[in-house]
């Protein structure tokens, strides 16, 4: 590990001075908010509309270090405050000969614009000033349909599992346990940020920096009319703010706790269920935030351990887990242009023991991670019309999961592992990260106001992964006795993937009431294999991606705007994507011997007690196409916002997606033909598909098109017979009450689906309906194409969420809830496809059989999932101490939603068509306390 991280260290030093360089190319004078800041900005009238110059106007908050604010409005009564920290601020105006006036509780959001406008009446500047609480709560620049903000206000009063990935939940649009947004593939296509800087796992998209639940300083989820400064998703962008200390001392104390015995069961009528699990759980978190130097230097520490054991029903203890992490930031405002920022956040988690009933308790298997993240930004202001901001950072993630060695053992009479676990695990994952963009405000200039930005984001991430089976085999058993092995050897892949992205967009003030947004995005990415490629392997075109945006001020007055956006957007990033094109051996099959003499029938000691090779699929290099492209999304958006009153908005909005040039995989060498087949099972007729030639697969990679078959002289020409296609059509509606006056309040309602034939659930390389992680099984065998359009498994034809809480005056208590009822996912029968007629899955090992679609996809749905959370929290105030006990209540009523079922068909299994698998956690309950001064 000292290698690794001295590695690490000179690469970062390495790629800081490019960055340097570009940075130093890229400023040239080119205002617009930032990803991570933002701005507030507004017109000073008189009574009678005429713009007031020279009126001195100033922000405060206690989040903007440096003091106070203040500059003087242009000749048309303008004024502009950039590179401001998210929170709560306080806006004022003053003039000689006016009455002064101040807007307060205005709640900026990162990476949007206030427009704070002010009317002044005549009077004397010594008279009281008058007070506005009407703050602004639409966005009337950002083309982007109210992104969805979660500030700390709202984490702490809703009950949550106080879970990163779970967080995203409470999104509109969100479907499924990690996010699928408006039919993206699950927890694959969502880019995520901390304070700016991507941290999203590069080898599958995921999130890699889960940040300690109560250091987070608000949420954001955005995507819908994102900009050109936004790139790399297809679902959503998650954009989380961390606290950051303040001019005030101040620190929180947490400690949560759930027992085993705090529950309900809900399986009645589900009595064999395998997870019949009830959690312990310990959670205790403390921070403290402050000033070293008051305005000029702040500091934050956190500290989390969690501990989580696992306790099954007439079982008693199953696995165990916890974790530690820390975090450290501090803000130093060297003078009035120039923050510069750093952080760090590091942290190691374990697991022992097992949950599952089909695995030997005994089986000595380390689970075992640690992580460490940096994060340096820096704004340097120029002017009142233009800043530069530059963010520097990384990741170094280290993850082993079992051992090499013994092989592992699977009875299939017993259905129960021994020896080891099946798989052995070790992974580092790096990433260094820069982006930096210069924002100009220009008034006046060609029709109008502009504020443009100009951007480059640079990523190299380094990987490395050894995964196996352990002892590069697995033995199955039939009642103890051998019976069936598998061999590969393992996979040892080193990728390196490099993404460098610019973007240029403007902000065009055409009219008081007409806002153009147009922009434009560039990608060039790059995959290295170095040890087995000399030039990167994965090379795909240079991706443009064009936005266009125009928002209309319906009546003038700031409340009613209509949105239209139209934008490309280039897929997330992932080494899945290219990794399996590394060597990687052989896979065989092989038989014990008096096993294979009782299939045929041969006198004993025929072969004798030894393996015997049964089959053997040697792995051949693919064929990547030259032209290959990156996948990107389309979007088109029209909606319109509306402020109801103070601190409420309402918005409609109509989101159409569709998928393009998505990378797959097409078999060139299989040959097949058609014939008729009557299933077994029920006795329907299908037109299937014969191989001719099992076991010799050769794949070309590249951007599938109808008819590509014949084009590229596949074996089979009619390998490729349809368009890839994956889209979504939604209709949303959401409604916002921001926390003011002791309550807040959210809900949303959409209706759409999910179409296609390339799925949007989690499939691995080559091995299921979804190319997500790169290539699916669409175009491995045409029997996967049987029944293949429809529904997709992610598609919901109805989501309806809604949370909020209230503080009750008088008695301090606060009762807060959150209530979601989604239509459930849909799924598809399949059947088994009888051997004689083909018996190659084109599949990774564990696919043993060629499995069909029996009816057309989607033709079944789950029940609707329903749920409703609450929480109530007792506080009380000790000096200026406030001290809270806290009780969440999850799945109030206890209801048993079924959430997995068996989809294969097979008559002679133990489990049925229909079988369920598993349903909705059950009631269970917390208990926490809180601290805070």
Partial sequence: MKKLRKGFAVILLKDFLIFVCLLTLLCLPVYSQSGFYGSIQGKVTSEDGQPLPGVEVTISSPNLIGGPRSIITDEEGKFRFIGLPAGVYQVEAKLQGFVPQRRIDLHLVAGTTLTV?????????????????????????????????????????????????????????????????????????????????????????????????????????????????????????????????????????????????????????????????????????????????????????????????????????????????????????????????????????????????????????????????????????LTNNTFVEARLGGMDRYFLSGTTDPPAHFDMETEWWTENYWEYWKAIRQRIDFNASISHHADDFILGDHDFKFGVEFARMPSHDWRGMPGNRTYYDLGGEPYFMVYQPFFDVRPIGTRLEFFLQDTWSLSERITINPGVRFMHVRGHLPRSFDKPPFRPKLGIAPRFGVNFDIFGDHSTILKFHYGRYYHQYRDLMYTPWEPRGPYREYIWGPILEEWEGLPPGTFGEKWILDYEDPWDPYIIDPNLKFPYMRQFVVGIERELGKDMSISASFIYRTNHDLMDRINISGIWKPVQWIDPYEGNTYTVYQRLNPGENIFYITNPYKGQGKDIGAAYPDIVPWDPKRSNRTFEVRFYKRYSNRWQFRASFLTGYSWGNDDNYWGEYGSSHSSALGASYNFSNPNYQINAEGPLTLSSNYIFKCAGSYDIPGIEVSIGFDFRYESGDRYTKQILLDPEIDPDPVADWWTRDVIIFAEPRGSHRLPAMKNLNLRAEKYFYLGETKVGIVLDVFNVFNWDTITSVETLYDPWSEYQFGFVWDIQNHRSFKLGLRVEF
Avoid at 179 to 202: C, Q, R, V
Avoid at 319 to 327: I, T
């Fill in 117 to 381: 406008d002010f009317i002044l009446k005549l009077g004397k500047l010594e008279e009281e000033v008058e007070v506005i609480a009407t703050a602004p709560i639409i966005d009337i620049k950002d083309a982007q349909i109210q992104a969805y903000n979660m500030p700390k206000e709202f984490i702490e009063k809703i009950p949550a599992s106080r879970d990163f990935e779970d967080q995203l939940t409470f999104a509109p649009g969100a479907k499924g346990q990690w996010g699928s947004f408006y039919g993206s593939p699950d927890s694959l296509e969502n880019k995520y940020l901390t304070d700016g800087l991507n941290t999203t796992n590069p080898e599958d998209g995921a999130p890699a920096q889960l940040v300690d639940y109560d250091s987070i300083e608000e949420f954001n989820v955005m995507g819908i009319g994102a900009p050109a400064e936004y790139g790399g998703f297809g679902g959503a962008l998650i954009n989380v703010v961390t606290k950051s200390g303040g001019n005030d001392l101040s620190g929180l104390f947490t400690f949560y706790t759930r027992r085993p015995s705090w529950h309900s069961e809900n399986w009645d009528d589900y009595p064999y269920l395998a997870r019949r699990v009830f959690s312990e759980f310990y959670n205790v978190h403390f921070n403290l935030g402050g000033p070293i130097i008051k305005d000029k230097l702040w500091y934050y520490f956190s500290g989390r351990y969690t501990f989580d054991q696992d306790h099954i029903k007439d079982q008693g203890k199953g696995g165990k887990s916890w974790s530690w992490r820390g975090m450290a930031k501090f803000t130093w405002q060297i003078n009035s242009n120039n923050r510069l920022q750093a952080a760090i956040d590091a942290g190691t988690r374990g697991r022992k023991g097992w949950t599952w009933e089909f695995v030997d308790p005994s089986i000595d298997y380390p689970n075992k991670s640690h992580e460490y993240f940096l994060n340096f930004s820096y704004l340097l202001i």
